[in-house]
Every structure is written in C-alpha cells, then in structure tokens.
C-alpha cells in the first residue's frame, strides 16, 4: 500500500484546510485509516480515525484525539481511494506535519502510533496567529 499526503499549507487562525489522503494497492474499503500529527520536537500525535467501511462507500466509526474534536473530521471515499481530514477552527498549535497512514493492529490502542504500518511521507500545515 502506498499513501500520498496532500492539501497542507498555510492558514490564518480560525481557518479552514482539507487533506487528503490518497492510497494505492489493496482494497481501499478494506482499511482502517488515520491521521497523525507531529510538530518540531514533540512526539508523533494522535489526530484522528475512522474504521474500514465494507461495501459502503463512505462509512465508518470515527475517533478524534481530545484536542481536535469537535473542530476536524474524517471522512472517507472509497470510490476515490481516499481518506481526508477536514480541519476548522484552527489554532497555531495545530501546527504540524501531518501523516495519513493504514491501521494494522487492533490489538493496540486506535491512538497508538505502533498500531498502523504504512505511513505517508506527511504534509506540512501551519497555523499563524
């Protein structure tokens, strides 16, 4: 599997951006996805997840790290391949590269980041005040 990271840049606080999340080989539906975030010096960081979705073409079951909900969302097409993080309101501590990636254990934690293999190479999003 393949996953290509795009959509990032710069935004002014309070701001809006799409990413999008484009992945190769294997059955899209199939996958459980999410989206990481690290910033200069901190640690890889939970951002949010959404399960494998079978024959539906956009469903399934959502998870927001505590410092994101109810600002991102994660939707998911499967008719495109693609899994993408609406982001609103945002503040400069979102900050960060951002990393889309296929959960591959769900044995660990969903917030984990050794729960998911295949990573993306990350987008860059900054926030300015």
């Known amino acids: 599997v393949q996953l290509q990271a795009s959509g990032g840049g710069l935004v002014q606080a309070g701001g809006s951006l799409r990413l999008s999340c484009a992945a190769s080989?294997?059955?899209?539906?199939?996958?459980?996805m999410g989206w990481f975030r690290q910033a200069p010096g901190k640690e890889r960081e939970f951002v949010a997840a959404?399960?494998?979705?079978?024959?539906?073409?956009?469903?399934?079951?959502?998870y927001y790290g505590d410092s994101v909900k109810g600002r991102f969302t994660i939707p998911r097409d499967n008719a495109k391949n693609t899994v993408y993080l609406q982001m609103n309101s945002l503040k400069p501590e979102d900050t960060a590269v951002y990393y889309c990636?296929?959960?591959?254990?769900?044995?660990?934690?969903?917030?984990?980041?050794?729960?998911?293999?295949?990573w993306g190479r990350g987008t860059q999003v900054t926030v300015s005040s």
């Open positions: 990636a296929v959960r591959s254990s769900f044995i660990v934690a969903v917030t984990a980041t050794r729960a998911y293999d295949y």
């Open positions: 080989g294997g059955t899209f539906s199939s996958y459980a």
């Open positions: 959404i399960s494998r979705s079978g024959i539906s073409r956009s469903g399934g079951s959502t």
